[in-house]
């Protein structure tokens, strides 16, 4: 099939990270591309985008991420309508949901039905990591294809901005080792992102080393609490959830920008959109041998990590920042990195990819 109109069911607002990837992925694209955006509640988009895709008869839909109300849509189109549809997702769901404790209970059979039903019946399944493909492979489904997460552009990180943003967060003459992302609580394994680094400052403290959190989410308070029980409250910075458009920015005033994941199928199989934007920023990258990240980065930037909560991770962690603060030099390898992320994760790169994969349709 030669499509010639995509519709993409967005699961997310038109400001969205879900959105940007959209935009990304569909800037090279030789098709007619429609935005479909998640407004308001998943019944009313429902609503919205089923008569939407009666109304523009497309000959594929893209489905990004396997969410309500797009995934369960989509499969309905292609049951009652032979509609064909590509699934976009970066994570097992259903494995996340379940070794988080965030979704246990009724919901998780519902997620596993929900998951394989969407992966079933998808005329591809794209994902974002080259693990995430060998394990659906495992699972049988043999129509995988790998299309990494992008990033911003970088254009608005001058030196200027960047020095100003340093001196308003008081990060001036601070080493600076820093994480992004959503601070979610998982109760099961009673974590939540950045742990690691509060721990890692705790044995940090001879050291004018300073932590800095971007993003927020419900785990943010037991982080803080961490950090004071810990005597750090003092050597860490949050600066809550930013706009898309300022992530090269802050990402800049990091020394050292860490990459967690655990060693089990949900951090396995994900690249985070964290890493491009990394790379992307020229940032020394610290991450666990996991995932695309023991694909994509040097030895010198990867740690070992065993199981899913790893308490030797920190201390490991700490040694490596030491390292790179008493050696500067060791940094320098960060150069590297923009070119290995336009060569991997440049959306125009990936949108000429994700065009052939539409072409074979």
Same mark, same amino acid.
């Given at each position: ?57 497309? &000959? ?44 246990? @209970?009724?919901?998780?059979? #519902? ?37 990494? &997460? ?27 080792? @820093? ?16 742990? &690691? ?36 409250? &003092?050597? #860490? ?125």
């Amino acid at each position: 099939m030669n499509a010639t109109k995509v519709v993409f069911l967005v699961n997310g607002g038109s400001g969205s990270i879900e959105a940007v990837r959209a935009r990304g992925l569909a800037c090279r694209l030789s098709a007619s591309v429609h935005f479909l955006f998640r407004e308001g509640n998943r019944l009313v988009s429902l609503w919205h985008w089923h008569r939407e895709l009666g109304r523009l008869q497309p &000959d594929l839909v893209y489905v990004l991420n396997t969410a309500l109300p797009g995934a369960l849509l989509a499969v309905w189109w292609k049951r009652r309508h032979g509609l064909p549809y590509l699934l976009d997702t970066g994570d097992a769901i259903y494995w996340m949901a379940k070794l988080s404790g965030i979704n246990a @209970g009724w919901r998780l059979p #519902l997620l596993w039905f929900m998951e394989k039903l969407a992966q079933t019946h998808a005329a591809t399944i794209v994902v974002r990591g080259t693990r995430h493909r060998e394990y659906l492979l495992t699972q049988g489904f043999p129509r995988v294809q790998v299309v990494r &997460d992008g990033y911003a552009e970088q254009g608005s990180a001058t030196p200027e901005s960047v020095a100003a943003l340093r001196q308003q967060l008081g990060l001036e003459n601070r080493f600076v080792v @820093g994480v992004m992302g959503s601070l979610v609580f998982s109760p099961r394994l009673n974590l939540c992102y950045g742990w &690691d680094l509060v721990q890692a400052l705790t044995r940090l403290k001879d050291l004018p080393v300073t932590g800095l959190v971007i993003g927020d989410g419900n785990g943010r308070a037991w982080l803080e609490a961490k950090a004071r029980e810990a005597g750090v409250a &003092d050597r #860490l910075v949050f600066s809550g959830r930013i706009p898309y458009a300022q992530v090269p920015t802050y990402l800049r005033l990091m020394d050292v920008a860490l990459s967690t994941q655990t060693n089990n199928i949900p951090g396995q199989v994900r690249t985070t959109g964290k890493l491009p934007e990394y790379m992307a920023a020229e940032r020394f990258i610290l991450a666990s041998r996991v995932g695309e990240a023991a694909i994509l980065l040097p030895e010198l930037m990867l740690l070992s990590y065993s199981g899913e909560v790893d308490p030797g991770y920190p201390s490991r962690l700490a040694d490596r920042i030491r390292q790179l603060h008493d050696h500067p030099e060791l940094c320098e390898i960060r150069h590297r990195l923009p070119d290995v992320a336009r060569r991997e994760c440049n959306y125009e790169t990936l949108s000429q990819t994700l065009d052939q994969i539409i072409r074979r349709l």
